[in-house]
T-cell receptor
């Protein structure tokens, strides 16, 4: 069955510290992978996406993610977190040609300490 | 370029009533998807429309329905509301990436439905 697992429900980091959010997926075909961020009361904003090619992808707001096929992972990283990064982060898989449904992880809520 | 617009942003209904939510996609986007977001179930796919046709449907009861108009605007309807229908309903419009064929979703801010 297709699924996305985000093992960390909550993460707290200090401002300026590095960040890594984990995402593991199970998907039968070549996955299209996404990270979205959601601020309270808002919709989801796309941070970055992986379709093919270079396994390290750069996104907005200084985020990057690395696709590791052997580990079925697509972890999100940021070298130095800002207070404004506090939000909920969702990993998603799917959206490939002929597949119109995304499967989302349960999200990781990030808290940033000043 | 205007984003995805959802109306209303907030609404309160009572059990047994019905509700209609509206979504205007980004200009030029012909695909519209709907998702339900709840604290317990997370983000769940409801349905997806393209050129006024429903192409895919999630595992929701028949009380949940939708449609798309010729201008790509979409509505979803929930009849006979239950307490468990309280959720954030997110609409997303999609532009298929030319080289890869991947659908990239752009989300609206959502409609927050509270059922009392």
């Amino acid at each position: 069955a297709q699924s996305v697992t985000q093992p960390d429900i909550h993460i707290t980091v200090s401002e300026g510290a590095s960040l890594e959010l984990r995402c593991n997926y199970s998907y039968g075909a070549t996955p299209y992978l996404f990270w979205y961020v959601q601020s309270p009361g808002q919709g989801l904003q796309l941070l970055l996406k992986y379709f093919s090619g270079d396994t390290l992808v750069q996104g907005i707001k200084g985020f990057e993610a690395e696709f590791k096929r052997s580990q079925s992972s697509f972890n999100l990283r940021k070298p130095s977190v800002h207070w404004s990064d506090a939000a909920e982060y969702f990993c998603a898989v799917g959206g490939g040609s002929g597949t119109y449904k995304y499967i989302f992880g349960t999200g990781t809520r990030l808290k940033v300490l000043a | 370029k205007a984003g995805v617009t959802q109306t209303p942003r907030y609404l309160i209904k009572t059990r047994g009533q019905q509700v209609t939510l509206s979504c205007s996609p980004i200009s030029g986007h012909r695909s519209v998807s709907w998702y339900q977001q709840t604290p317990g179930q997370g983000l769940q796919f409801l349905f997806e429309y393209f050129s006024e046709t429903q192409r895919n449907k999630g595992n929701f009861p028949g009380r949940f329905s939708g449609r798309q108009f010729s201008n790509s605007r979409s509505e979803m309807n929930v009849s006979t509301l239950e307490l468990g229908d309280s959720a954030l309903y997110l609409c997303a419009s999609s532009l298929v990436a030319r080289l890869t064929g991947a659908n990239v979703l752009t989300f609206g801010a959502g409609s927050r439905l509270t059922v009392l």
